[in-house]
């Protein structure tokens, strides 16, 4: 069994030696005008010899375009593509890092919060200093806004000011963007 595609060309297919394309005889030849066919009156056949050339179009006073005055025209219109493109992707970018920036600083203040849940536990008061509490140090910045045997108030953001500001609370226990009362 023979590798496809052979090399030189596969005979069966390609009048043009050393191609692959199996229509390559098919646009080989140029179509001829075939006249007198039932139906077909005028109709373009391949292999059927040589056909009248059009004449190329040339409005008055105008010179055609060569080949790579389009590729620069196609080039121009791509880049004037780019900044719409950049106008609707940038900001769906940017929503989606504040989403994970704001992500992180829930977390980061429900984890401060569950250790002042443990705190609480062992000493019958809320830490007020973030220092004395048994948590790995957060990403984001968490402060204790208020700590006392009643209840406390977390505060959090991005530690490179990105994002909205959190707050969580004793009372309310999840985090929002409403200060503690």
Known sequence: ??????????????????????NADFYATPPQRVTGAPGG????LPGAGPAPAPAPVVLPGRTPVPAWGKVLIAGGGALTALPLLAAVVLPVFLDQRARAVDARVRSDLQAVAVAQE??????GTYAPDPAALTVAEPD???VVLFADTA??????RDADGRGSVWYLSSAVGVPSTTPCA
């Open 1 to 22: 069994m023979t590798a496809f595609p052979p090399s030189g060309g596969d005979p069966r297919f390609s009048a043009r030696p050393g191609s692959f394309d199996p």
């Open 41 to 44: 009156g005028g109709r373009s």
């Open 118 to 123: 443990g705190f609480y536990g062992g000493h």
């Open 140 to 142: 984001s910045e968490v």
């Open 151 to 156: 209840g406390y108030c977390l505060g959090g």
